[in-house]
């Protein structure tokens, strides 16, 4: 781990990914639609490129970004939904293949910070 200006933030962006790690493996999130926010919270801890969990994150964002996952779904017509649901299934099994094995990384790298994440 780096030196932070503010170790609380790390620790609170610690915890963060790890819940949401552990919700995908819960099954309480899909991996695809948490996939985005799981980068994300990568790039802000300083995770990069020859990082295994980083290079998976990334490669499930952009085989899947063309779907409409989260908030933007109020926005889709019903019968869009219905016709893209079969490749959204698809592209989920196709992450969980290799992706539960990222979170559980990202649970055991960071699970000291994730005590007590409710």
């Not at 109020?74 to 019968?79: G, H, L």
């Not at 219905?82 to 559980?104: K, M, V, Y």
């Amino acid at each position: 781990m780096s030196k932070w200006p503010n170790p609380d933030l790390r620790r609170k962006l610690e915890r963060r990914f790890s819940h949401r790690a552990t919700e995908v493996l819960a099954g309480r999130l899909t991996l695809i639609g948490a996939t985005q926010e799981l980068l994300r919270l990568a790039k802000q801890l300083g995770l990069t490129e020859g990082d295994a969990i980083y290079e998976d994150l990334r490669l499930i964002a952009s085989e899947t970004d063309r779907y409409p996952l989260g908030p933007e779904r109020q926005f889709w017509a019903e019968e869009a939904l219905a016709g893209l649901q079969p490749d959204i299934e698809r592209a989920e099994n196709w992450a969980r293949g290799f992706g539960l094995d990222t979170c559980r990384a990202i649970v055991t790298r960071y699970s000291s910070a994730s005590e007590g994440c409710s």
